[in-house]
Structures are given as structure tokens and as C-alpha cells.
């Protein structure tokens, strides 16, 4: 019997592997560790599964999926996200709460952006 090993298929928490956040065309992967903790806390909060839409993006998928050229993403601090099964705006609020500093809803497309950065607050819809 063979047993075949996904790339970076590596429980990082109790909820989370590290290929959920992997660029889709490279498979490298940056993650900021407040990103994850942050994550990790509204998993807890909600008491839902958590899907990671897109995590680390490289420059080329970042430019093909359309991210803006300073995008959280490239860093390695941002994370889009949908939770099944439970209202965005329950799940923007609860990110609110959690203390993320930039959050996009995108109700048409069911997901929040997530993102850890220094600067003041941030949310918009998209």
C-alpha cells in the first residue's frame, strides 16, 4: 500500500491545517501567526466550521484572481472566508468582535475578507 502526502497537509491547530492556506498555484504558503490566532478565536466563538476560501497568495495568482497590489494576502495576514449555514452579518460581527483590523463583506459572494493589519480599523463591502 502506498501512502501519498499532500504537500503541507499539517494540522497547525485543532481546527486548521496548513494547506488551507497555501497559494492554489504554487503551494507556498505564508501565514502570520496573529492571522491565526484570530481564526482560531472565532472558531471558538461561533462554534462553526471555519472554510478558508484563499489564504497566502503569490504575486501571479494574487494579479490573476484580481487582489490589489498591496493586498494583505501577499503577506500572509489575510484570509477569506465563509462559514456554512450561518448569516455574514452574524459572522462579520463576530469577526468584529475577535478584533480583526480589516474586514470586507462580500454578501453576493458569501464570504469576509479577514486580515491583520497595524493600521486603524477598516471594514468596506465589496
Not at 504575486?59 to 501577499?74: D, F, I, R
Amino acid at each position: 500500500m502506498v501512502i501519498q502526502h499532500k504537500i503541507n497537509h499539517i494540522k497547525i491547530a485543532e481546527y486548521f491545517y496548513l494547506d488551507e492556506f497555501q497559494c492554489p498555484c504554487c503551494q507556498q504558503v505564508m501565514l502570520y501567526s496573529l492571522l491565526l490566532e484570530k481564526l482560531i478565536e472565532l472558531r471558538y466563538k461561533i462554534e462553526k466550521p471555519v472554510i478558508i476560501n484563499s489564504g497566502y497568495r503569490c504575486p501571479s495568482n494574487n494579479l490573476e484572481v484580481g487582489g490589489v497590489s498591496n493586498s494583505y494576502h501577499l503577506l500572509g495576514r489575510a484570509a477569506d472566508i465563509f462559514v456554512p449555514k450561518m448569516v455574514l452579518a452574524e459572522l462579520f460581527q463576530a469577526a468584529r468582535n475577535v478584533g480583526f483590523t480589516g474586514i470586507g463583506f462580500y454578501p453576493a459572494r458569501n464570504f469576509l475578507h479577514l486580515d491583520i493589519r497595524s493600521s486603524s480599523p477598516v471594514c468596506w463591502q465589496g
